[in-house]
Every structure is written in C-alpha cells, then in structure tokens.
C-alpha cells in the first residue's frame, strides 16, 4: 500500500525555521513528481512547491526565496525547508506523490503536518 507520512512540524515564532520532510513507501519514488501543498482553515488547499524527478522545482510566490524543496531517492523522502516564517505561514502541510505520466491522476496524499508560526 501506499503511504506517505510527514514530519518536522510544530510551533515556531516568526523568523523561525523549520524542516519538514514526507517518507513515501509503497511508489515507485524515483520517477513520482513530489509537492508540498498546504491548507489552513477556512482555505483550499494551496500549492508550496513541487519537485519533478529530474530535480526541477517550482515555488508558489509566497514561499519564493524563503522556502527550498528537495529531495532523497536513496531514502524515498522529499524535504521542504522553511526559513524567515511569517504567520502567514500557518497552516497544515501535506504531501503529495503524483506520478508525471498520469496526467489525470491527483496522486497520493499524507496525513499532514501542523505547522504554527506565532509569537
């Protein structure tokens, strides 16, 4: 079965960084494009950044310059670091496997992990 499970979130003040990453288990990972979405309440789920097999990534504006998704094949795991956090930032972050030949395909999604940028 698939899964993918985040970590890395919690309370942090406004400036703060944190560091999450999503193990995948159960896909082929190498060949998946990988993407952190988030959603905080009363929202829609919302675009991070996305990173394709080949190492292309793509930033939604407002983590531009602040945020840096990466990831490891050797450990099946996609990374999403986060510096200069704004409260803004608040929400849940989720990720997502989807595989680039299935176009139709929304993927495969984690449970989510809180994140919480406050003073």
């Known amino acids: 079965q698939v899964q993918l499970v985040e970590s890395g979130g919690g309370l942090v003040q406004p400036g703060g960084s944190l560091r999450l990453s999503c193990a995948a288990s159960?896909?082929?990972?190498?060949?998946?494009?990988m993407g952190w979405y988030r959603q905080a309440p009363g929202n829609q789920r919302e675009l991070v950044a996305v990173?394709?097999?080949?190492?292309?990534?793509n930033y939604a504006d407002s983590g531009k310059g602040r945020f840096t998704i990466s990831r490891d094949n050797a450990k099946n795991t996609v990374y999403l670091q986060m510096n200069s956090l704004k409260p803004e930032d608040t929400a849940v972050y989720y990720c997502?496997?989807?595989?680039?030949?299935?176009?139709?395909?929304?993927?495969?999604w984690g449970q989510g992990t809180q994140v919480t940028v406050s003073s």
């Open positions: 990173i394709t097999s080949g190492e292309n990534t």
């Open positions: 159960g896909i082929n990972f190498r060949i998946y494009t």
């Open positions: 997502n496997a989807r595989n680039p030949a299935a176009n139709y395909s929304s993927g495969y």
